[in-house]
């Protein structure tokens, strides 16, 4: 019953208020809100680049955080509590300050143009900055403790016996990676997935200041239409928008998981 009533109060409710806000009109209810949001040539477009940004901020943390875990799990126990405080180490740190931390690092006087400078790689500071493929990175990178976690986690879980049984047969490193602890580990592969992705659609903050003006994204739209222009059904209308979107890919992403994992233990 406490975790219903958490769950209506700061969830359901907060929903049911955005529907209200969204449908409503100067005459009553209407769909207006809607339809605009449908036909007017911008919200679709910024919906897509939104979720497509999530996908690819996830694509990218599962590259650098699956390494990260397979690191982890072979590592000894005195190796593991470092690697762990590192990976954990940044959730620690507010996100505006990492999100600051890497505008430094990309700048026209920051650190990777200096080194291409430096090294006569580049005649003059290259654009880095307010660039989706920067952003991405960024992402991935402040987001990479809730992909690394989970994959630890699953990887963890694998009986030794498996991969012992697996070198027995004659399977090489890379053929037991592939065909067993990968399949494996996919629970913790899909839960680091939808994570990461759902942070990434939202994080307002780093897609603001990373991405810049030439770069709009579903929150700072939310952000324009509501503090800006007062506009708060349409702002309410595109929030709704933005949360059926992100649960349904989450909803797809998890059923080919699962289906995924059917076929494994098929």
Not at 192 to 210: H, P
Not at 249 to 266: D, E, I
Request: hydrophobic content about 60%.
């Amino acid at each position: 019953m406490p975790l219903l009533a958490f769950f209506l109060v700061f969830v359901a409710l907060p929903v049911l208020v955005l529907v209200a806000v969204g449908i409503s009109g100067p005459d009553g209810l209407t769909l207006v809100h809607v339809h605009r949001f449908l036909t007017d040539g911008l919200s679709l477009p910024v919906l897509g680049r939104t979720l497509m940004l999530g996908l690819a901020t996830a694509a990218v943390a599962l590259v650098l955080g699956y390494p990260l875990a397979l690191l982890f799990v072979s590592a000894s126990p005195r190796l593991q509590r470092l690697l762990i405080l590192l990976i954990v180490l940044p959730l620690l740190t507010s996100a505006v300050v990492r999100t600051f931390a890497w505008v430094v690092i990309l700048g026209r006087q920051g650190l990777v143009n200096e080194t291409l400078t430096g090294l006569g790689l580049v005649g003059g500071p290259v654009a880095l900055l307010y660039t989706e493929p920067m952003l991405i990175l960024t992402l991935a990178q402040i987001e990479l403790p809730l992909m690394t976690l989970p994959i630890i986690s699953a990887l963890s879980a694998i009986d030794p016996r498996l991969t012992e049984a697996s070198a027995a047969l004659g399977a090489g490193r890379w053929r037991t990676l592939l065909l067993v602890v990968v399949p494996l580990s996919l629970p913790g592969v899909i839960a680091g997935v939808l994570l990461v992705f759902a942070a990434a659609c939202g994080a307002l903050v780093t897609q603001s200041i990373v991405g810049g003006g030439r770069l709009l994204f579903m929150p700072m739209y939310i952000y324009q239409q509501g503090m800006q222009g007062q506009n708060w059904p349409f702002a309410a209308t595109i929030s709704l928008m933005l949360l059926i979107s992100v649960l349904a890919v989450v909803a797809l992403l998890n059923m080919a998981g699962r289906l995924a994992t059917r076929h494994l233990h098929v």
